[in-house]
């Protein structure tokens, strides 16, 4: 059974730039949300998928935009990329809002 | 919005000790609080959960107790050993049936010395 999985591993980009992180969830889970965790801190939820619908946002600009398709496997965006954007993004799945989450391993973005 | 503060930063037992990280949360409405472990350069992993209806749950060595009056809960670990050494983050969730967003701890670091 496979579980959360994430591409790509790495990501260097510049300034400017966009870029799309993928998200496949763990087998039988229907709900991806997405996580930016910057360095020594705690991950910061960005949005929350279910049913093809984004159900949740948190405090990020629209630059942050995400889909996420038939299969539950979603996708992040980011336009416009800021230094600031470098962190490690996690992706969490889930069966439905109301059970626990389980992390991939993470996209380390940097920004330069 | 929820804001969830965790305390300390950094704790350092020797072997064998316990260890206590402690979490507070300011949303009432808030009704499932999970603990994760990230050790370096790998995913946050699930370790313990428990919801607003319960006071405390164990398993094995790790046990959560939950205050809903003080709005606070904790982590305990007994017996520790080297490799419980990770950061522990707290996080608490309102589940509003159609959404949950975890609003995370600042994370404690964990060392646990021979």
């Known amino acids: 059974d496979a579980g959360v999985t994430q591409s790509p591993t790495h990501l260097i980009k510049t300034r400017g730039q966009q870029v799309t992180l993928r998200c496949s969830p763990k087998?039988?889970?229907?709900?991806v949300s997405w996580y930016q965790q910057a360095l020594g801190q705690g991950p910061q939820f960005i949005f929350q998928y279910y049913e093809e619908e984004e159900r949740q946002r948190g405090n990020f600009p629209d630059r942050f935009s995400g889909h996420q398709f038939p299969n539950y496997s979603s996708e992040l965006n980011v336009n416009a990329l800021l230094l600031g954007d470098s962190a490690l993004y996690l992706c969490?799945?889930?069966?439905?809002?109301?059970?626990?989450?389980?992390f991939g391993p993470g996209t380390r973005l940097t920004v330069l | 919005g929820e804001n969830v503060e965790q305390h300390p930063s950094t704790l350092s037992v020797q072997e064998g000790d316990s260890a206590v990280i402690k979490c507070t949360y300011s949303?009432?409405?808030?009704?499932?609080f999970p603990w994760y472990k990230q050790e370096l350069g790998k995913r946050p992993q699930l370790i313990i959960d428990i919801r607003s209806n319960v006071g405390e749950k164990k398993d094995q060595r790790i046990a959560v107790t939950l205050n809903k009056t003080a709005k606070h809960f904790s982590l305990h670990i007994t017996e520790t050993q080297p490799e419980d050494s990770a950061v522990y983050f707290c996080?608490?969730?309102?589940?509003?049936?159609?959404?949950?967003?975890?609003?995370f701890g600042t994370g404690t670091r964990l060392q646990v010395t021979l």
């Open positions: 949303d009432s409405a808030s009704n499932y």
């Open positions: 969490a799945s889930s069966l439905g809002s109301y059970n626990e989450q389980f």
């Open positions: 087998s039988g889970h229907d709900t």
């Open positions: 996080a608490a969730s309102r589940d509003t049936g159609t959404a949950s967003k975890l609003t």
